[in-house]
């Protein structure tokens, strides 16, 4: 059925009442012989196909259906974008020589969303005798070049500036982060018979036009208001993901109940800056002259239920980050290898890559196959501790890491990755000793998030500059102490399932440290019974000194634990592992409920651990790794 086959009181009919268009000429019913016949009221209302409008969509297309300005602000998962495309068709198919344009702060966002949206419903309704649709453009066959709906992005001003038809209508999608100028512009314009203006997203911050409109002037605007805990639409482990989090932080606020955020002085990254970055076109300098870098970062996990995430950077612009299960210190420098072919293919990419790991406890044996394997694909490994030291303003490398990446944010693009958005944006600080700022506790973030950080860990590695340490195979030939000659393919004794070393030649050790911050550092070392050699290979930090947890993480780490003929693991403490701590039972006394042996040394700190390790052999041929 096209407009021609309708009696003109129809057509008016549907000029201004959206809701019965969509239900009688876009969500009807298609006969097997391909007739399309319209939704009745009664299949409206027994739901026939799950073609039953949602309350919110009726509320919006009814809104616009009766006023000329509509601002809709809301969580995520109450349609805007289904409502939207469905104004689309419904403004342009019933206004002669109409035009409508679809706007927002990224051309590609618009892209996959509303513009594919509008093909979907099209492609189902009773309307493509008349309207076409393109990638570039809908228009109405009797009129292409005047009648017509298209994408014009918030940064094409002087496109916008000249725009006009009798009849034409705004959809401006993520409203918040659309520069003031723009909706300056858009208003400047509106001088035509009929005109519309419909915006919608979330109220990402506390400023800006959209902001004024929803929460302040409202005066002349429709304001519509939706909480995702009443949509049906909603997707539920998102839902359940986001109710970790308490009901007044921003987080929640934004993007569940549809309010702008307070805006949290502990807050690192803001909301504001993640839906930004999420939304910004990085333009890349000229590759001829100074090659753009392709940066890795890539944060390994062994166990538990953190996952391997690997960050894809390019000049300022994060591509992508790809998860993995659990993995193995070869999986995961396979996986990162492949990546990097990958974008060296797709980007024509010839120079040098950098690959930035998470250097500590398990990411140290990933960092040693990387630096093997990497130097045959022209990549270089760079170390990162987390648990490193800081500087005068930052307690700690995380602190300093996650600030960089707050510095950054300004000019960089991420992906539409919603948990990494949810990631960046949860994290804050506290003060800490010395006027510092300090990380709060990654199990007070990780409670708060549900999950383990890992995508945006692997984020802030790509963007860190800080660490300068390169690791090559030469310099992973050389010990701290003196030269050696050694074939470093041995290092498959740090690889947990190596068997080429006989249990009974190799023991553990691991000495912990209790600091005053209540923070526990650890020094793992290696002994080689032939060789008569200790290695110190790693070091570690843990936040919380929770006994229970670290017990679990010995036993189960096989470089840490119990052998077979019963050797065991030796931990030398320094008095804070003795200590009560309020109404939590000693470290030591907890190891020794697990059956391992602990000894106390009245002075002791990371320098300590190594001398008392060297102590426990008959001489001091000791090899200290370069990270340490």
Same mark, same amino acid.
């Given at each position: 059925?096209?407009?021609?086959?309708?009696?003109?009181?129809?057509?008016?009919?549907?000029?201004?009442?959206?809701?019965?268009?969509?239900?009688?000429?876009?969500?009807?019913?298609?006969?097997?012989?391909?007739?399309?016949?319209?939704?009745?009221?009664?299949?409206?209302?027994?739901?026939?196909?799950?073609?039953?409008?949602?309350?919110?969509?009726?509320?919006?297309?009814?809104?616009?259906?009766?006023?000329?300005?509509?601002?809709?602000?809301?969580?995520?998962?109450?349609?805007?974008?289904?409502?939207?495309?469905?104004?689309?068709?419904?403004?342009?198919?019933?206004?002669?020589?109409?035009?409508?344009?679809?706007?927002?702060?990224?051309?590609?966002?618009?892209?996959?969303?509303?513009?594919?949206?509008?093909?979907?419903?099209?492609?189902?309704?009773?309307?493509?005798?008349?309207?076409?649709?393109?990638?570039?453009?809908?228009?109405?066959?009797?009129?292409?070049?005047?009648?017509?709906?298209?994408?014009?992005?918030?940064?094409?001003?002087?496109?916008?500036?000249?725009?006009?038809?009798?009849?034409?209508?705004?959809?401006?999608?993520?409203?918040?982060?659309?520069?003031?100028?723009?909706?300056?512009?858009?208003?400047?314009?509106?001088?035509?018979?009929?005109?519309?203006?419909?915006?919608?997203?979330?109220?990402?911050?506390?400023?800006?036009?959209?902001?004024?409109?929803?929460?302040?002037?409202?005066?002349?605007?429709?304001?519509?208001?939706?909480?995702?805990?009443?949509?049906?639409?909603?997707?539920?482990?998102?839902?359940?993901?986001?109710?970790?989090?308490?009901?007044?932080?921003?987080?929640?606020?934004?993007?569940?109940?549809?309010?702008?955020?307070?805006?949290?002085?502990?807050?690192?990254?803001?909301?504001?800056?993640? #839906? @930004?970055?999420?939304? =910004?076109?990085? &333009?890349?300098?000229?590759?001829? /002259?100074?090659? $753009?870098?392709?940066?890795?970062?890539?944060?390994?996990?062994?166990?538990?239920?953190?996952?391997?995430?690997?960050?894809?950077?390019?000049?300022?612009?994060?591509?992508?980050?790809?998860?993995?299960?659990?993995?193995?210190?070869?999986?995961?420098?396979?996986?990162?290898?492949?990546?990097?072919?990958?974008?060296?293919?797709?980007?024509?990419?010839?120079?040098?890559?950098?690959?930035?790991?998470?250097?500590?406890?398990?990411?140290?044996?990933?960092?040693?196959?990387?630096?093997?394997?990497?130097?045959?694909?022209?990549?270089?490994?760079?170390?990162?501790?987390?648990?490193?030291?800081?500087?005068?303003?930052?307690?700690?490398?995380?602190?300093?890491?996650?600030?960089?990446?707050?510095?950054?944010?300004?000019?960089?693009?991420?992906?539409?990755?919603?948990?990494?958005? #949810? @990631?960046?944006?949860? =994290?804050?600080? &506290?003060?800490?000793?010395?006027? /510092?700022?300090? $990380?709060?506790?990654?199990?007070?973030?990780?409670?708060?998030?549900?999950?383990?950080?890992?995508?945006?860990?692997?984020?802030?590695?790509?963007?860190?500059?800080?660490?300068?340490?390169?690791?090559?195979?030469?310099?992973?030939?050389?010990?701290?102490?003196?030269?050696?000659?050694?074939?470093?393919?041995?290092?498959?004794?740090?690889?947990?399932?190596?068997?080429?070393?006989?249990?009974?030649?190799?023991?553990?050790?691991?000495?912990?440290?209790?600091?005053?911050?209540?923070?526990?550092?650890?020094?793992?070392?290696?002994?080689?019974?032939?060789?008569?050699?200790?290695?110190?290979?790693?070091?570690?930090?843990?936040?919380?000194?929770?006994?229970?947890?670290?017990?679990?993480?010995?036993?189960?780490?096989?470089?840490?634990?119990?052998?077979?003929?019963?050797?065991?693991?030796?931990?030398?403490?320094?008095?804070?592992?003795?200590?009560?701590?309020?109404?939590?039972?000693?470290?030591?006394?907890?190891?020794?409920?697990?059956?391992?042996?602990?000894?106390?040394?009245?002075?002791?700190?990371?320098?300590?651990?190594?001398?008392?390790?060297?102590?426990?052999?008959?001489?001091?041929?000791?090899?200290?790794?370069?990270?340490?």
């Amino acid at each position: 059925m096209s407009k021609r086959d309708l009696p003109s009181e129809a057509y008016e009919y549907y000029m201004d009442r959206p809701v019965e268009f969509i239900q009688e000429m876009v969500y009807g019913i298609r006969r097997p012989d391909g007739e399309f016949r319209s939704m009745n009221p009664q299949d409206v209302k027994d739901n026939i196909l799950n073609k039953r409008l949602e309350w919110q969509t009726r509320d919006i297309l009814n809104a616009a259906g009766k006023n000329d300005y509509v601002a809709v602000h809301s969580g995520r998962g109450i349609s805007k974008t289904t409502s939207l495309a469905m104004l689309c068709i419904w403004f342009l198919w019933t206004r002669p020589h109409s035009k409508v344009i679809v706007t927002g702060p990224k051309y590609d966002q618009l892209k996959v969303t509303i513009w594919a949206e509008i093909l979907k419903w099209l492609q189902r309704s009773n309307l493509t005798d008349d309207l076409k649709w393109t990638a570039e453009r809908m228009y109405h066959i009797n009129s292409p070049g005047l009648w017509f709906a298209q994408i014009l992005t918030s940064k094409q001003k002087d496109n916008i500036q000249g725009l006009h038809a009798d009849h034409i209508m705004w959809l401006l999608d993520e409203a918040s982060n659309i520069e003031d100028d723009i909706f300056n512009a858009i208003y400047g314009g509106l001088t035509d018979l009929e005109s519309k203006i419909i915006m919608a997203g979330n109220l990402t911050k506390a400023s800006g036009f959209f902001y004024r409109i929803t929460q302040i002037e409202r005066t002349g605007w429709k304001i519509l208001r939706f909480n995702s805990e009443e949509s049906e639409r909603k997707n539920m482990k998102w839902f359940k993901s986001m109710q970790k989090f308490p009901r007044d932080s921003d987080m929640y606020r934004v993007y569940v109940l549809g309010l702008p955020p307070k805006g949290s002085p502990r807050c690192i990254i803001t909301i504001a800056q993640c #839906e @930004e970055a999420r939304l =910004r076109d990085v &333009a890349f300098i000229d590759r001829r /002259k100074t090659p $753009v870098p392709l940066e890795i970062g890539l944060d390994p996990a062994a166990e538990g239920d953190d996952l391997t995430a690997i960050a894809v950077r390019f000049g300022m612009k994060l591509y992508e980050i790809r998860v993995f299960a659990k993995t193995k210190a070869p999986e995961v420098v396979l996986q990162t290898l492949k990546i990097i072919r990958e974008y060296r293919r797709k980007l024509n990419f010839i120079h040098k890559v950098t690959v930035k790991v998470d250097d500590t406890a398990y990411g140290n044996a990933v960092r040693h196959y990387l630096t093997l394997e990497g130097e045959k694909e022209n990549v270089e490994t760079v170390g990162v501790n987390f648990g490193g030291k800081g500087d005068e303003n930052y307690a700690d490398m995380a602190t300093r890491m996650w600030f960089n990446m707050a510095d950054v944010m300004d000019h960089v693009g991420l992906p539409s990755d919603d948990e990494l958005i #949810e @990631e960046l944006a949860a =994290r804050e600080w &506290a003060p800490a000793s010395g006027n /510092k700022m300090k $990380v709060e506790p990654k199990y007070e973030y990780k409670k708060r998030l549900g999950r383990s950080p890992d995508r945006a860990d692997a984020c802030i590695l790509a963007f860190w500059e800080g660490t300068k340490k390169i690791f090559s195979r030469k310099e992973e030939s050389e010990s701290n102490v003196k030269n050696f000659d050694i074939d470093w393919y041995l290092h498959n004794v740090l690889d947990f399932d190596y068997n080429g070393v006989k249990m009974a030649e190799v023991i553990h050790i691991t000495a912990l440290v209790f600091n005053d911050d209540i923070s526990v550092d650890g020094v793992s070392s290696l002994y080689e019974y032939y060789p008569n050699k200790l290695w110190l290979y790693d070091e570690f930090h843990y936040d919380l000194p929770i006994a229970e947890v670290i017990v679990k993480d010995v036993k189960k780490s096989s470089h840490f634990g119990m052998y077979k003929d019963n050797r065991e693991v030796r931990f030398v403490g320094n008095q804070g592992m003795f200590k009560k701590n309020r109404d939590r039972r000693p470290f030591a006394e907890v190891i020794r409920r697990e059956g391992l042996n602990i000894r106390e040394a009245a002075k002791y700190d990371e320098y300590g651990a190594i001398a008392l390790g060297v102590s426990l052999y008959r001489n001091n041929k000791i090899i200290v790794h370069r990270n340490l």
